[in-house]
Structure formats: structure tokens, C-alpha cells
């Protein structure tokens, strides 16, 4: 018994190999030093500049209308092994400069992000919109403070929740150790400091840049405390974030079932060709199909089970979203959206849902048809 477990145990080893060790350098001792010589540790140590080959991020953006490209991360959560790439962050050509939507997961991402879009076009990225607070989405500020000078848009929640090093009364401090300053390299982590937005917005806001008409929409608590998405109205594109995601499982941790399908009812409220999820390479017309099935599901299921009498206890294996079973993250994600979905959905009261083929007029036959019905009721 034991020997056939080992050589199972061997197996599992040689089959994860490719995704154990980084792709671009060798390193003699993988289970212990990374690329620049330096321990790998979990627990906070000062930023040092290794000598090391930078991570490469093998960046290539794909065009997904006139002025939007966008690049596109795996369907995982942070590790070593894609160093953060696991989120979706667009460009937006303005007339002489470049604007970004979210910023990635590192300095040294943002900064191979940019190298690739030059290429498109020469021009500096003056301006900086974030989508929420998670540190997939915008990890690369500090590329484009410090480089190009960019005026950085997002969530006050940023500033409130976390800090990058401070100089207090001649003592340094440590910035934040996030979720991925933990999950990385040094070699694809090194360069990046939490950086702060420079300005927030109350409410729906907007914005002419470079040429460009942008609505930079709040949703407010949805996917998480407070989510944006940006929508380009001549270009009839919506950058959705993490409201919407496809080919994989959402993390609702941080959100509310309600929120999220408000948020998407938002987006399906506009007028779009293109849809770019958070998370996910589908950005047709088809792009929140995923989302806005998963999360119809999530809330009816569970409410019927709550009205069985189903505790929270059992709801996990009572509700499960067997539709969504072969997409990824599916074991990691879903029954902590189902457990954590109870507990807001005891306090669910049917006016929380926004309905916004009342208030705008912009999606012509769906509201044609709930206009036929209120008429005829
Ligand atoms: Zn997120």
C-alpha cells in the first residue's frame, strides 16, 4: 500500500514540475532560495533588490475594439507560478496618451504591460482608473506614478485599507504585506510599493480624457465593499471587473449576492458590443451570461433552502451549482459563496434589487417589452 502511494506521490511530483519551478531561469535549489538568492518567506522582510533576471510575464495584448486592448491572466488564484497574472487589465488609446483600466498584480508587470503597448503606440499613460480594491487589480500603481507621473482614479478604500512604507519620526516601516506580496517571487514582487490613489469619486462620474468619453460607473457593494466599471460609450465597451467573470467560479468573499446581481444588471442596462470580465477571455455579448446565471441560482437556491429550514450548518450540501461544476475554481470558490450567501440573504428583502430597464432607457427591447407589461398590467 505504502509503495504504491509513493509512486503515486512521484507522479503527482512530475506532472506538477513544469508549474513548480519559474519558467524563465533555473534555480538550483528550489526548495529553498528563489532566483535571487533570497529565502522564500511568508512573513514580512524588507524589499530587497535582488540581481536576478525580472520575472517575465510573457505579456501579449489582444485588441478588443478601436481603442481598447487588453491583457488577459489565468483562470487561478495568485501563486508562484503565474506571479500574480491571474486578472484582466486593459489599455485605452487617447489621443496622446495611453490610459489604463487596473493595473496588475506588480511594478514589474505593469511595467512589461507597458513595454508591450508602446510598441502599439509611443505614448505615456497620463491617467489610471481602478476598478476595486482587490490587490490583483491594481498592484502596478507604483509603475505609473513613478514612471509616467499618471494621476491614479480608484476607491477610497484603497487608502483606507492599506499602506505602503512609511518614514515616521526617523523609524522605517514596513508597507503591507497583501495577499500577493506573499503569494510571489521577489523576482516578479521587486519594485512594487502600495500605492495610493490620488483621487476618488462619490458617485458615477464622467470623464473626458485624451480624446476619450468614459463613464466610470459606481455599483457600489457588490463583488466587493465598492466596485467601478468603466463603460466607453462611443465604443459601446464595458470593462466590467470583477462584477463579472467567466470560465471560472467567482470569489464572493468580500461581496453580496444582491450587489453583485445589481452590478450586473447595471452593465446589461448599457448599450454594448464588448464586454471585458475580471476574470475570464469570453467578451462577446455572451460575457455576463456566466455571471448573471450563477448568481440568479445562488440567491434562489439558497432562499428556498432557508425557507425548508435548511441551517446554515448544511446549506453547502444542500446548495450546490452543479451547472458551474466544470469551470475553474469551481471546489475552491463556490461552497464559500453558498455559506456566505446565507447569512445576507436571512436579511434579503425583494426592493433591495435595483430595477434598471425602469430607469434607463438605453437597452431598447427589453424595455419596450417591460413597458408592454406594466402597460398591460
Ligand atoms: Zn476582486
Redesign the pocket.
Known amino acids: 500500500m505504502k509503495s504504491i502511494l509513493s509512486i503515486l506521490l512521484v507522479g503527482a511530483f512530475v506532472v506538477s514540475m513544469p508549474f513548480i519551478f519559474n519558467k524563465s531561469v533555473t534555480v538550483t535549489e528550489p526548495h529553498k532560495l528563489d532566483v535571487d538568492g533570497n529565502f522564500i518567506l511568508n512573513e514580512w522582510v524588507p524589499s530587497r533588490d535582488g540581481k536576478g533576471p525580472e520575472w517575465d510575464y510573457n505579456l501579449k495584448p489582444v485588441q478588443v475594439s478601436e481603442r481598447v486592448w487588453c491583457f488577459f491572466g489565468a483562470l487561478e488564484m495568485p501563486t508562484k507560478e503565474n506571479a500574480g497574472n491571474m486578472s484582466n487589465s486593459c489599455y485605452i488609446k487617447g489621443d496622446d496618451q495611453w490610459i489604463t483600466w487596473d493595473t496588475g498584480p506588480s511594478y514589474i508587470f505593469a511595467k512589461q504591460a507597458y513595454a508591450a503597448m508602446q510598441k502599439i503606440a509611443d505614448m505615456p499613460v497620463k491617467t489610471v482608473i481602478i476598478s476595486?480594491e482587490?490587490d490583483d487589480?491594481w498592484l502596478g500603481n507604483n509603475y505609473y506614478k513613478e514612471v509616467h507621473g499618471a494621476t491614479i482614479y480608484g476607491t477610497e478604500l484603497i487608502n483606507e485599507n492599506y499602506y505602503g512604507p512609511r518614514h515616521v519620526e526617523g523609524k522605517d516601516y514596513p508597507g503591507m504585506q497583501t495577499r500577493m506580496i506573499k503569494a510571489l517571487y521577489q523576482n516578479a514582487n521587486r519594485g512594487t510599493v502600495l500605492a495610493p490613489v490620488d483621487e476618488a469619486f462619490d458617485e458615477t462620474t464622467k470623464l473626458n480624457i485624451s480624446g476619450v468619453n468614459l463613464e466610470y460607473v459606481k455599483v457600489g457593494y457588490a463583488?466587493?465593499e465598492e466596485d467601478w466599471f468603466l463603460y466607453l460609450p462611443d465604443d459601446k465597451v464595458v470593462l466590467a471587473a470583477?462584477v463579472v467573470m467567466n470560465g471560472r467560479v467567482t470569489s464572493n468573499r468580500d461581496g453580496i449576492v444582491v450587489g453583485q446581481i445589481n452590478a450586473i444588471n447595471a452593465i446589461r442596462s448599457r448599450e454594448w458590443d464588448y464586454l471585458v470580465p475580471?476574470h475570464g477571455f469570453v467578451t462577446d455579448k455572451t460575457a455576463a451570461d456566466e455571471s448573471v446565471k450563477y448568481f440568479a441560482l445562488l440567491k434562489d437556491r439558497v432562499l428556498e433552502k432557508m425557507e425548508e429550514g435548511v441551517i446554515a450548518d448544511y446549506i453547502t450540501k444542500e446548495v450546490t451549482l452543479d451547472e458551474f461544476r466544470d469551470k475553474d475554481l469551481y471546489y475552491i470558490l463556490s461552497p464559500g459563496n453558498v455559506f456566505r450567501s446565507y447569512e445576507e440573504l436571512e436579511m434579503f428583502d425583494e426592493d433591495d434589487l435595483i430595477d434598471y430597464s425602469a430607469e434607463n432607457s438605453s437597452d431598447e427591447e427589453d424595455d419596450a417589452e417591460d413597458k408592454e407589461e406594466k402597460e398591460a398590467a
Do not use: C, E, K, R
Open positions: 476595486h482587490h487589480h463583488h466587493s470583477d475580471g
